[in-house]
């Protein structure tokens, strides 16, 4: 069963980051009436990432499921998160070019799930 849900998840995660790309994210960054906050950029950036960063957590969510699936060891899992958490650090990080401070927090939260896993 957890098989299949992570398997649902993985799909969720590929599916997410590519219809919202093509079908959402590409027909807003056509409009021009979007806010401008920080810079026109901003606001688009903002979404992009953090549709992309939505993406990334499913992605962990799919890799813990696998894991417990096949009687991994907790620390193994929270290391798999604490890795994604530090992948999604970096769609803020580049897309909002460090402006917004939610890759700090991503960031961090990532480094102490790797940092528990290694020192437990």
């Known amino acids: 069963m957890l098989v ?3 398997v649902l998840m993985l799909v969720l995660a590929i599916g997410h980051s590519l219809l919202g790309e093509r079908f959402i994210l590409v027909p807003l960054s056509r409009q021009h009436e979007l806010p401008r906050v ?3 950029d901003f606001p688009l950036a903002t979404l992009r990432f953090a549709w992309h960063v939505t993406s990334v957590l499913a992605l962990a969510i799919a890799i813990a499921l696998a894991l417990f699936a ?3 060891s907790v620390d193994a899992a929270i290391a798999a ?7 999604a650090s970096l769609l803020p990080l580049v897309f909002s070019r460090a402006r917004h401070p939610s890759w700090l927090v991503l960031a961090a939260a990532g480094v102490l799930c790797v940092a528990w896993a290694m020192l437990d």
């Open 4 to 6: 299949i849900a992570s």
């Open 38 to 40: 920080a810079g026109a």
């Open 70 to 72: 096949f009687d991994a």
């Open 81 to 87: 998160i604490g890795w994604c958490l530090i992948a």
